[in-house]
């Protein structure tokens, strides 16, 4: 580690696994990330350590009982190692993003490939410079899939993201009046979002929200297969929808993969839309139809 983010290593070499910037989350043999923002992270080293830290990522030497790398900056030092876990995964890794739905896609998506797959996936919503390489470190070595949810600040986050992520799957839920205190207009919020299509290589799949029709243009950003959902004629398509009292949705997925009747776990009729982004996910991660069903029920 020290040698991939050009830190210099304070006491024995130990080993860890996965890594943590909240010392009341840190599970036993992880790395933890002292992050300077609102509260100093160095001042809770030995928390860590008490909790089970085996080592600190610090921008200066600690008085605490645990291994430390120092390096300059904790974020870019995170980020590397991110980046560095990616190249461990050899699997699909799928990054969401969107103005609105990311994050609920992201959880139908990691459960449903998870029927089949061993899956790692975006805690809660951390989806930034933190977040994203936070969940490529704690990607087992067994996985199979990784699920990154990537927000955007501005024109240039998503893509400075895809560094680290290499993204070989994206999904783009929405453009929509959120965060335009920063980008401005939708036009902006549009060109931010399709970074993450621009980053896909030829041999990458874009899964865009067809109904959208800033999303939909996002096609025309990369050579990479496009798979439509949300619209008639699309992909991945619901039919007959019904909301019950439980305000669980029914519908019938239509797709150029199979069809496949659906009662959704989660509840709302705005779930539909992130449904099908999740479930043209799996499909073109080769599960079948019936077992994709099966996983939106869950």
């Known amino acids: 580690i020290a040698a991939a983010v050009g830190g210099t290593l304070v006491g024995p070499d130990v080993a860890v696994a996965g890594a943590a910037i909240d010392s009341r989350l840190v599970r036993s043999g992880q790395l933890f990330v002292a992050v300077v923002a609102e509260r100093d992270g160095h001042d809770f080293v030995a928390a860590a350590a008490a909790s089970g830290a085996v080592a600190a990522l610090t921008s200066r030497p600690v008085e605490a009982a645990v291994t430390s790398i120092v390096v300059p900056d904790t974020v870019a030092a995170l980020s590397r190692l991110g980046a560095l876990a990616r190249q ?101 919020v549009a060109r931010a979002k399709g970074e993450l299509v621009e980053a896909l290589p030829s041999s990458g799949v874009a899964v865009l929200n067809g109904a959208d029709e800033r999303v939909a243009a996002m096609a025309g950003r990369t050579s990479a297969w496009s798979v439509r959902y949300g619209v008639d004629h699309g992909d991945a398509v619901a039919t007959d929808v019904e909301v019950g009292p439980d305000l669980r949705a029914r519908f019938r997925l239509e797709s150029a993969w199979g069809s496949a009747e659906v009662h959704l776990g989660v509840r709302g009729l705005h779930q539909v839309d992130n449904a099908l982004a999740a479930a043209a996910v799996a499909l073109v991660c080769e599960m079948p139809v019936d077992e994709v069903a099966a996983g939106l029920e869950l």
């Open 88 to 188: 461990r995964l050899s699997g699909p890794v799928v990054g969401i993003t969107g103005s609105v739905g990311k994050t609920s896609t992201k959880d139908l998506a990691a459960t449903v490939l998870g029927e089949r797959h061993v899956v790692a996936a975006s805690e809660k919503s951390f989806n930034n410079e933190l977040g994203v390489p936070l969940t490529l470190l704690n990607a087992g070595a067994d996985t199979e899939v990784a699920v990154v949810e990537m927000g955007s600040r501005g024109v240039g986050h998503v893509a400075w993201l895809c560094e680290i992520v290499e993204p070989t799957i994206a999904v783009v839920t929405a453009v929509d009046l959120v965060h335009t205190e920063l980008m401005g207009d939708l036009d902006t």
